[in-house]
């Protein structure tokens, strides 16, 4: 009933702890530099802005770049729009002429089901979703100043909560969390980077256009498990079928995504991503698919971390050892 109750209300009250994982994540992050400009006899609150506004300058830096690849793809929309209609049309002709349906019924069948698409997404619905993420892009600074300017009180809070007895260990579970966090999602960035150059480059010896925000975009779903691999492969496969002349540069491309997804799965994360957290894969995949389900994409993008930390503080204490255990990439000798 304890572990019913706690999952009701992490998918309840997502709303207010999504923010706040995230902005305690990146507020791990910020801490090493925090800590060396404070070092240096910088206010406290004077180190904090500095800190943030050299981080979300680099965001900003890179949000800016993203646009201005997107926006070359966005003047090119309406004709590849056009050009994907022309194909569309020839493809329900050849399946009207080899299956013996009537092109009309197909079309039908095309309008229907894109109108029930569209219609599935009410209007209410989309701005009530565009006002949670714009809800949340500003709650993410104001959490992240606040978490790094009172990170005294909270570190003495926890002392304070588990008693005197347990001050070193909840200290070195502290750290030990701080480390994990710090690692992990350094290695996640070059990972990112990696995935982005690999992606980058294979689409343009291939000629497909807009190589550069495909692959950097390609990167950034790679991130969200299962799901976002289909989707980076998909985009620069419909962009081959419309700008090229002959299908196989689509069949070029997924070939592409499916040996850049083997080197990631088997040399990328293994080496860099994976080996910071210690999780096995049965672990991991339960912990995507039920912060899935409970938050969604955001859910995706930290259950892994969440994972980690969770085995780690099961591994410091006792009764609790055998969970840590069974997360543990640690086989027992059969």
Same mark, same amino acid.
């Given at each position: ?116 698409? $569209? ?17 949340? #892009?500003? #709650? ?5 100043? /606040? ?27 502290? =750290? ?16 990112? $980077? ?34 976002? =691999? ?69 859910? /995706? ?25 069974? #997360? ?7």
């Amino acid at each position: 009933m304890g572990l019913l109750a706690f999952f009701f209300t992490l998918y309840i009250a997502q709303s207010i702890i999504i923010p706040l994982v995230f902005a305690t994540i990146l507020g791990i992050v910020l801490l090493p530099a925090l800590n060396l400009i404070i070092k240096l006899k910088v206010h406290r609150v004077v180190a904090i802005a500095s800190v943030m506004f050299l981080t979300f300058s680099i965001i900003a830096l890179f949000g800016i770049l993203l646009y201005s690849q997107a926006s070359r793809f966005t003047e090119s929309l309406p004709k590849l729009v056009d050009k994907f209609t022309q194909i569309l049309n020839q493809l329900v002709f050849w399946i009207s002429g080899y299956f013996d349906i009537s092109a009309y019924e197909i079309t039908q069948w095309i309008t229907k089901t894109k109108n029930e698409l $569209i219609g599935s997404a009410e209007i209410g619905q989309t701005l009530v979703s565009v006002g949670s993420i714009l809800a949340f #892009l500003f #709650l993410i600074p104001v959490y992240v100043f /606040m978490i790094l300017f009172y990170q005294p009180l909270l570190v003495e809070f926890l002392h304070r909560l588990f008693g005197e007895n347990n001050r070193d260990k909840v200290s070195e579970i502290i =750290s030990q969390i701080k480390t994990l966090i710090q690692r992990y999602l350094l290695g996640l960035l070059f990972e990112v $980077i990696i995935i982005s150059f690999l992606y980058t480059i294979g689409l343009l010896v291939l000629g497909i256009e807009y190589a550069l925000i495909l692959g950097i975009l390609g990167a950034l779903l790679n991130l969200i498990p299962y799901l976002g =691999s289909i989707i980076a492969a998909s985009m620069p496969m419909i962009i081959a079928i419309v700008t090229k002349p002959s299908p196989w540069f689509a069949v070029l491309v997924l070939a592409l995504y499916i040996f850049i997804q083997f080197i990631d799965n088997n040399f990328i994360v293994p080496k860099i991503v994976a080996s910071k957290v210690k999780l096995n894969a049965l672990a991991s995949i339960i912990a995507v698919i039920t912060f899935g389900a409970l938050w969604g994409i955001p859910g /995706m993008l930290v259950a892994i971390p969440l994972a980690a930390i969770a085995k780690l503080i099961f591994d410091q204490i006792k009764p609790l050892q055998p969970w840590g255990f069974l #997360l543990g990439d640690n086989r027992p000798d059969s």
